[in-house]
């Protein structure tokens, strides 16, 4: 009997299959032992448990033992799992006169065991490891939060008091409403104390994670793509939110497709760590990977047949959060009116209807494409564009849009790509745009970008560190340009100390730089155990020199208390603080004084929620 293992990628390059071992095969026995000879001289109906290359199949299916040699029906054997597509389902046949089937029957437990190779076999497809689809059900009782973070300060000249607050009401009804806003309450120099109020946000939203549907109602900020801007709207925004399934994966995920003639155990390893480990009946399976990585990997799958061979296979892949998986699509819409000054004023909003919708779909698992439009107030403004998986070569993606208000038009042109493998990491995206572009965000705002570049690169590696290197240009119409460049390295000394080291150059004014480095060691001997961390830096910024040196007990992450002293030096101002904060079941509280050049000042923070 012929058995092996075949495999291919559906994600990246194919996997080469392996020639299929050959498997020892028991020889058949004929019909009966010698003993039965006799009796089997007549024809002999039997209903006999059967098991196909080593895995048992249901109920007892009808035979027919004829001169020791058993026969059924093509009906019965398509039942078990053969092919069979050119036979009558009526017809009789012996299953051990196709070519490479044997059968062994055991007449004492009335079994028979049949192994066949699997081009005569038509098994369903086992699916192994594939995300679960189940959505849990999202219930509520009726009540409310107040998220709340304070903050004040004090000195001699000045005293500051600010609130920022997020209310929500919830199971009143469909849908959660919602509250932001900022309080504050002040005096400078002496001038008679002022208390400033500015609403932020206020909406109400529906969702129903079935269908991972939400649509809100209030202040809304329309735009999802890479390539487009975001503008505050107050009016209603519906569309796709994956974040009502938290744990669905939406990207492309590589895919292992193969088949295994006797039961076996596949194990699935992602980059050295074992991910998948499991059973695979005989006939087809499909193994879904899921790398938790982003960039180029490996998977490595191991193969542990019934005769206890082990085959191992290995295949790259390329894990892209840019994608969406084959038919999965994003989508939005926002209608409403522009919101002008934001945090400036409560209620300030404009007269004309603005539209804008978003679309991203999956045409396949290596091309996603992308579509925009929006107007309103005279503008109108649509693009299209694309990202694509070049195999392990990284991801490139492109979009071209047109934008006129009045008679004003132009376009705006992006290109993007990245490439990563866990190590080093490489990207660069360019936005340009010819003539007079215009788009909503302009109309209410900044003109986009004549121009927006930028390139990194880094590298990380466990005896010289991580080195990243870093490249900058904004130019707006009518201002001058901006070109920067940087670089940074940090490496870890041992399991309790580190060192970092970075540099800042303005490429258009060769004295504006910044130099910086710093080091961190651990005084606890155990790194696992939160202790004293202390801190030395130093930093030369618009030619001035600074130096700090700070030591910190962070506050454990499951409660309790920490601290943190800094003295800092050098030209310019000299300074230094003392802190105190708790972390409680009732939210975390800070409470310092620090010195700043002349000035003493004192401070405290209350950050947390309430709940009912």
Avoid: C
């Avoid at 329309?222 to 669905?248: A, H, M, N």
């Avoid at 979009?399 to 993007?416: E, F, I, K, N």
């Amino acid at each position: 009997m012929p058995a092996g293992l075949l495999l291919a990628s559906q994600f990246g390059r194919a996997a080469e299959p392996p020639r299929p071992p050959t498997v020892p095969t028991v020889p058949a026995v004929p019909g009966v032992h010698a003993a039965a000879a006799g009796a089997s001289a007549a024809n002999m109906a039997l209903y006999l448990e059967v098991s196909l290359n080593q895995t048992a199949y249901g109920p007892p299916q009808p035979f027919e033992l004829r001169d020791g040699r058993l026969y059924a029906s093509v009906a019965t054997l398509r039942a078990i799992g053969f092919a069979l597509a050119d036979r009558d389902s009526g017809d009789i046949l012996a299953p051990d006169s196709l070519p490479g089937v044997s059968v062994r029957f055991d007449p004492a437990q009335q079994r028979a065991a049949i192994d066949a190779p699997l081009s005569l076999l038509d098994l369903q497809v086992s699916r192994l490891n594939a995300p679960g689809a189940d959505v849990p059900r999202a219930t509520a009782s009726p009540g409310l939060l107040l998220n709340y973070d304070l903050y004040a300060s004090r000195d001699d000249r000045s005293d500051n008091a600010t609130a920022f607050f997020e209310a929500r009401a919830f199971g009143f009804g469909d849908g959660v409403f919602s509250q932001t806003g900022v309080i504050r309450h002040y005096r400078d120099d002496g001038a008679p104390r002022r208390t400033d109020s500015v609403r932020l946000d206020t909406s109400w939203r529906w969702s129903k994670p079935e269908s991972m549907f939400a649509i809100a109602v209030g202040d809304v900020i329309s735009g999802q793509l890479d390539w487009t801007r975001p503008l505050r709207l107050g009016g209603v925004r519906f569309g796709r939110d994956f974040g009502l399934q938290p744990y669905r994966i939406t990207t492309p995920l590589p895919t292992l497709v193969g088949e295994v003639a006797v039961p076996s155990a596949v194990d699935l390893y992602v980059n050295g760590l074992r991910q998948y480990s499991g059973e695979v009946a005989p006939g087809p399976f499909q193994l879904t990977t899921v790398p938790g990585i982003t960039g180029a990997g490996s998977a490595q799958l191991v193969v542990t047949d019934a005769f206890g061979r082990v085959r191992t296979i290995d295949f790259p892949f390329y894990a892209a959060q840019q994608l969406l998986a084959k038919g999965l699509s994003d989508w939005s819409v926002s209608l409403g009116v522009a919101r002008e000054s934001y945090a400036l004023r409560s209620f300030d909003y404009g007269h004309d209807p603005l539209l804008s919708a978003d679309l991203r779909y999956g045409l396949s698992d290596r091309l996603t494409v992308q579509a925009h439009g929006e107007g309103g107030d005279g503008v109108v403004n649509a693009g299209a564009g694309a990202a694509w998986l070049l195999g392990q070569a990284g991801v490139f993606g492109a979009s071209l849009s047109h934008g006129r208000d009045g008679g004003d038009a132009g376009w705006q042109y992006t290109a993007s790509y990245n490439w990563s493998n866990g190590r080093f990491n490489f990207a660069a995206d360019t936005q340009r745009t010819h003539g007079d572009y215009r788009d909503l965000a302009s109309r209410y705002g900044l003109g986009a970008p004549r121009v927006s570049e930028r390139a990194t690169v880094g590298w990380s590696d466990a005896r010289i560190g991580s080195l990243g290197l870093s490249y900058v240009r904004l130019l707006y119409r009518g201002q001058a340009p901006a070109r920067y460049a940087g670089a940074t390295w940090s490496r870890n000394l041992g399991t309790r100390a580190a060192l970092s080291l970075s540099y800042n150059q303005n490429l258009e004014r060769s004295r504006d730089r910044t130099v910086y480095l710093g080091f961190n060691l651990n005084l606890q001997p155990d790194p696992a155990r939160p202790g004293t961390q202390l801190s030395v830096s130093a930093q030369r910024a618009g030619g001035l020199d600074q130096g700090a040196i700070e030591l910190t007990r962070p506050v454990p992450g499951d409660g309790g208390f920490g601290w943190r002293l800094q003295a800092r030096g050098g030209d310019g101002e000299e300074g230094g603080l003392a802190e105190a904060a708790w972390l409680t079941d009732a939210g975390r509280f800070n409470l310092g004084y620090a010195r700043q050049g002349a000035r003493d000042y004192g401070y405290a923070s209350a950050s947390g929620a309430l709940v009912w």
